[in-house]
Antibody, heavy 123, light 106 residues
Framework: QLQLQESGPGLVKPSKTLSLTCTVSGGSISSSSHYWGWIRQSPGKGLKWIGSIYYSGSTYYNPSLKSRVTISVDTSKNQFSLKLSSVTAADTAVYYC???????????????WGQGTLVTVSS | SYELTQPPSVSVSPGQTASITCSGDKLGNKYACWYQQRPGQSPVVVIYQDNKRPSGIPERFSGSNSGNTATLTITGPQAWDEADYYCQAWDTSTAIFGGGTKLTVL
């Protein structure tokens, strides 16, 4: 059974870079049918897609965050990572990693999610 | 930018039918899906490709999508269906989530 697990610091100082890694187990990140994404949820708020990556390295980013986001993949470790630069308190959220099908396609839904990790931006 | 609009809350009695709407420009031309999120848990997809149920999702969950509105229908909701529900679609390679609807089962 596919499992995704987020890891990384739970506390990041303002203006620094938030870095998270998602480790995939029970399946290959090199699947030709799937993409790997990051979604966040601010406390008491809704879901916001940050971006996604294909195993080949192709990326898609939310235009509202694109200038600060980098998503990368390490197929040898079955992991993909998120970097969000110049963070502020507004970036405090639970960050989820998730798998989805082809962008804009019928299968483009997020079918497996990690448990989420809370990242707080504070000095 | 593209937006999906949901009602903040919907209340329903166990013997009734709950309908949660999701509105967006020409949403019927896109594929809509729905996620259930219980407190403290990760979202779970309950409807994909407008009206398909993943394995393990009860038949009381159904979906439709036409024109500018996608609808999640829960027929005879159970107490444990009380949760937040989010619609989602793709627009120009950007995943868009609705603001979420809190379903209360009275």
């Amino acid at each position: 059974q596919l499992q995704l697990q987020e890891s990384g610091p739970g506390l990041v100082k303002p203006s620094k870079t938030l870095s998270l890694t998602c480790t995939v187990s029970g399946g290959s990140i090199s699947s030709s049918s799937h993409y790997w994404g990051w979604i966040r949820q601010s406390p008491g708020k809704g879901l916001k897609w940050i971006g996604s990556i294909y195993y080949s390295g192709s990326t898609y980013y939310n235009p509202s965050l694109k200038s600060r986001v980098t998503i990368s993949v390490d197929t040898s470790k079955n992991q993909f990572s998120l970097k969000l630069s110049s963070v502020t308190a507004a970036d405090t959220a639970v960050y989820y990693c998730a798998r989805h099908g082809p962008v804009s396609a019928a299968a483009g839904y997020f079918d497996s999610w990690g448990q989420g990790t809370l990242v707080t931006v504070s000095s | 930018s593209y937006e999906l609009t949901q009602p903040p809350s919907v209340s329903v009695s166990p013997g009734q039918t709950a309908s949660i709407t999701c509105s967006g420009d020409k949403l019927g031309n896109k594929y809509a899906c729905w996620y259930q999120q219980r407190p403290g848990q990760s979202p779970v997809v309950v409807i994909y490709q407008d009206n398909k149920r993943p394995s393990g999702i009860p038949e009381r969950f159904s979906g439709s999508n036409s024109g500018n509105t996608a609808t999640l229908t829960i027929t005879g909701p159970q107490a444990w269906d009380e949760a937040d529900y989010y619609c989602q679609a793709w627009d120009t390679s950007t995943a868009i989530f609705g603001g979420g609807t809190k379903l209360t089962v009275l």
